[in-house]
Antibody
Framework: EVQLVESGGGVVQPGGSLRLSCAASGFTFHNHLMTWVRQAPGRGLEWVGNIDQGGSGKYYVDSVKGRFTMSRDNAKNSLFLQMDSLRDEDTAVYFC??????????????WGQGTLVTVSS | AIQMTQSPSSLSASVGDRVTITCRASQGIRNDLGWYQQKPGKAPKLLIFAASSLQSGVPSRFSGSGSGTDFILTISSLQPEDFATYYCLQDYTYPLTFGQGTKVEIK
């Protein structure tokens, strides 16, 4: 059974940092691109970024470029999101997701339950 | 970035109704589009990929169509468990972008 479990969320002051983790199981982790998607309270979904299978190719939404960094440890089946210079507008539930291996598709076929990040003074 | 515009933003429907939700892209995206269902407090669930391919395990009352800029999600006969918010996602190019969502409520 595919499982994705996020951790590391919490309350942080503006300008602070937080590192989210996502533990993956039930599939061959290194075969999949992985993704982070966030959802501000009462709002819609926003794609944050993708990381390729080896970890060298990373793509981000403009609003987090230069502040957020995705990484992965294929030996430990883990995905990470390092968030620096946090702003109020980064407050959201952060979901990690597995990208489908269907050719030419980067849709997200499995999701974690999400972890809440609150940026507040 | 490619803008994805869904309509309507919300709708009210009854069990058994046929429901259609539209997603329009600001530029052509071939058939690089997926549809997701999200219930309150839960993670989204993939329903459709490549505009019209049904994800494994998803009931056949869900279908998708379209190509280029205009896409439709159809629920042929709405069931009680289908009341949720639906999102489209383009995966044609980075940054990936979601539509703003369509909330399907009980009439």
């Amino acid at each position: 059974e595919v499982q994705l479990v996020e951790s590391g969320g919490g309350v942080v002051q503006p300008g602070g940092s937080l590192r989210l983790s996502c533990a993956a199981s039930g599939f061959t982790f290194h075969n999949h691109l992985m993704t982070w998607v966030r959802q501000a309270p009462g709002r819609g979904l926003e794609w944050v970024g993708n990381i390729d299978q080896g970890g060298s190719g990373k793509y981000y939404v403009d609003s987090v470029k230069g502040r957020f960094t995705m990484s992965r440890d294929n030996a430990k089946n883990s995905l990470f999101l390092q968030m620096d210079s946090l702003r109020d507008e980064d407050t959201a539930v952060y979901f990690c997701g597995r990208v489908s291996t269907v050719p030419m598709s980067e849709q997200i076929d499995y999701w974690g339950q999400g972890t809440l990040v609150t940026v507040s003074s | 970035a490619i803008q994805m515009t869904q309509s309507p933003s919300s709708l009210s429907a009854s069990v058994g109704d046929r429901v259609t939700i539209t997603c329009r892209a600001s530029q052509g995206i071939r058939n690089d589009l997926g549809w997701y269902q999200q219930k309150p407090g839960k993670a989204p669930k993939l329903l459709i990929f490549a505009a019209s391919s049904l994800q494994s395990g998803v009931p056949s009352r869900f279908s998708g169509s379209g190509s280029g800029t205009d896409f439709i999600l159809t629920i042929s006969s709405l069931q009680p468990e289908d009341f949720a918010t639906y999102y489209c996602l383009q995966d044609y190019t980075y940054p990936l972008t979601f539509g703003q969502g369509t909330k399907v409520e009980i009439k």
